[in-house]
């Protein structure tokens, strides 16, 4: 029982050291891993990982997404997003924005995009190709960080790193009222992000990632529809990320669905339409690896908008 108490004393006195152990990690080796936010509710707010997907519904759409990832870690990852796309008047063309805001511990990226796609007609389906731009702040205080209790004063560890770069990504989106399939590549440069070097390797730069998405809509009844989707992510020098997601929609009204989430969370989530123009979200992830137990779980929240209905049509819905 006294072992078992010193093991968890242990394990808890560690979560208090995070922040600083991933810092010291990112400037102690050249390390590649996942780079960009992470989603629950992709599949309500794809404007945040594919910019074809701008334009694709005939009205205003403003999404609203805040993630805070491991509650009980203090330091831990959390992430606001801001989105809004809309098609111009021949549809052909879509415009769209996106704002996000990512932190972990002293660590914090900002980006704003602006987003530009045409859209090709067929007989049942569109295909969206898809362009975005813009700039990304890369801010961390090292200064500030937690060191040895011993050695309380390290030259890699003085200055404060405050980067900005500019950059570009692509994607594609091919879709109908019941099915999608996307590929993007949400920013195409390795930006360098500190000046800093390793055996003249810079040890903080930004990856290429790539995000490959896809889901489809089977009608089960006049109430009932079933909605599986997928979403596979790569970044050079990090595992593959695959997401299996299933959605069940009743009266297109409420959906409840479930995501597993390749070596790392099992995700339950609930999506509401309140009325004809707001839409909310929640879903809540719990690890599934050696973690489980002590993260406290991570949450995340939706608000989406629907406005500038053309009231000369009639409202299809959607489902991503």
Do not use: C
Not at 34 to 61: E, K, L, R, W
Not at 89 to 105: M, P
Not at 183 to 191: A, E, F, G, R, T
Not at 192 to 198: A, E, G, T, V
Request: hydrophobic share 40%; aromatic share 12%; glycine share 6%.
């Amino acid at each position: 029982m006294e072992m078992k108490s010193i093991t968890l004393s242990f394990r808890l006195s560690m979560k208090k050291q995070l922040t600083s152990l991933l810092a010291a990690l990112l400037f102690a080796l050249n390390i590649q891993a996942q780079q960009d936010p992470m989603y629950s509710m992709y599949m309500f707010n794809m404007m945040a990982i594919n910019p074809a997907y701008a334009g694709t519904n005939d009205h205003v759409v403003a999404t609203g997404l805040f993630r805070r990832q491991w509650l009980n870690f203090p330091g831990s990852p959390q992430t606001a997003t801001f989105t809004a796309h809309a098609p111009m008047k021949n549809e052909k063309v879509g415009l769209g924005i996106s704002f996000i805001n990512d932190r972990l511990g002293d660590m914090s990226t900002n980006a704003a995009m602006a987003a530009y796609s045409y859209h090709l007609r067929f007989r049942k389906s569109r295909l969206s190709l898809g362009l975005q731009a813009g700039a990304r702040n890369f801010n961390i205080n090292l200064s500030e960080l937690k060191l040895s209790p011993v050695y309380q004063y390290d030259d890699a560890f003085a200055n404060n790193i405050n980067t900005w770069s500019f950059n570009f990504g692509t994607g594609l989106f091919w879709y109908s009222d019941k099915y999608y399939l996307g590929v993007s590549l949400p920013h195409i440069q390795n930006n360098i992000l500190s000046n800093q070097q390793l055996n003249t390797v810079y040890v903080a730069r930004l990856r290429t990632h790539v995000n490959v998405a896809g889901g489809y809509v089977f009608t089960i009844n006049p109430m009932l529809k079933l909605k599986p989707s997928f979403l596979v992510k790569h970044v050079g020098g990090a595992p593959v990320q695959i997401d299996l997601n299933a959605n069940v929609y009743w009266l297109d009204v409420l959906s409840i669905g479930a995501s597993y989430r390749s070596v790392s969370a099992f995700v339950l989530m609930a999506e509401v339409q309140l009325n004809k123009t707001f839409r909310l979200g929640y879903a809540y992830d719990q690890t599934t690896n050696r973690m489980r137990g002590y993260t406290g779980g991570t949450h995340e929240i939706m608000l989406r908008v629907d406005a500038g209905f053309n009231k000369n049509r009639t409202i299809t819905p959607r489902y991503f």
